[in-house]
């Protein structure tokens, strides 16, 4: 389980699986596996930023950020069943 990426601490709920080495998915842990709800979006990086495409309504916004985990942070704060892990 990521915990923290570069020093920034990382949601605990989330459960991001790698697709290849640049690509992962990403879906909130707390989720019965069967529950397609429980996919939250994809990241991608991409050169030198990080693409963010969210599967929570509105699912057609793509994002883009500077590093891994500000990207995971958005997809975590977005989801109202996914909150950023207390410090």
């Not at 991409?46 to 693409?51: H, M, N, S, V």
């Not at 500077?66 to 958005?74: H, I, K, M, R, W």
């Amino acid at each position: 389980m990521l915990v923290s990426y570069h020093g920034t601490p990382i949601d605990q709920s989330l459960e991001i699986v790698a697709i290849s080495d640049h690509e992962w998915r990403v879906c909130d842990g707390r989720i019965d596996e069967a529950d397609a709800s429980r996919l939250l979006g994809y990241v991608e990086k991409l050169e030198d930023r990080y693409e963010v495409l969210k599967l929570v309504p509105p699912v057609d916004v793509w994002e883009d950020f500077d590093c891994l985990a500000a990207a995971l942070a958005a997809l975590s704060e977005r989801c109202p069943r996914a909150t950023t892990a207390a410090a």
